[in-house]
Nanobody, 125 residues
């Protein structure tokens, strides 16, 4: 089982950029597909992006396509979310998740093997 710790959140103006990181400890990071999710105040958690074990396949929610990029570095046991052209509606707590069953499973966000504790992103208008 992996343990996940997110970092990189903060306050940014609309149009700005942030890069989130999710560091994994434990064994076999490269065996896990990884994903990012977010939960805004008063809303349900939603899928943002997912990446396959090797990093060769990526998936995005329509709301972030063309603005966010997910990537992973298996040598560093880390997955990243580069967020550009940020909007106030991107304000949320961002969580990373991991699952050995693959990126499609991760994108569903249910019953994942591991979750991080979240990092807050606030986008001011």
């Amino acid at each position: 089982q992996v343990q996940l710790v997110e970092s990189g959140g903060g306050l940014v103006q609309a149009g700005g950029s942030l890069r989130l990181s999710c560091a994994a400890s434990g064994r076999s990071f490269s065996s896990y597909a990884m994903g990012w999710f977010r939960q805004a105040p008063g809303k349900e958690r939603e899928f943002v992006a997912a990446v396959s074990w090797s990093g060769g396949n990526t998936y995005y929610a329509d709301s972030v396509k063309g603005r966010f990029t997910i990537s992973r570095d298996n040598a560093k046991n880390t997955v990243y979310l580069q967020m550009n052209s940020l909007k106030p509606e991107d304000t949320a707590v961002y969580y990373c998740g991991a699952d050995r069953r693959g990126a499609t499973t991760v994108s569903r966000g249910n019953g994942l093997d591991a979750w991080g504790q979240g990092t807050l992103v606030t986008v001011s208008s």
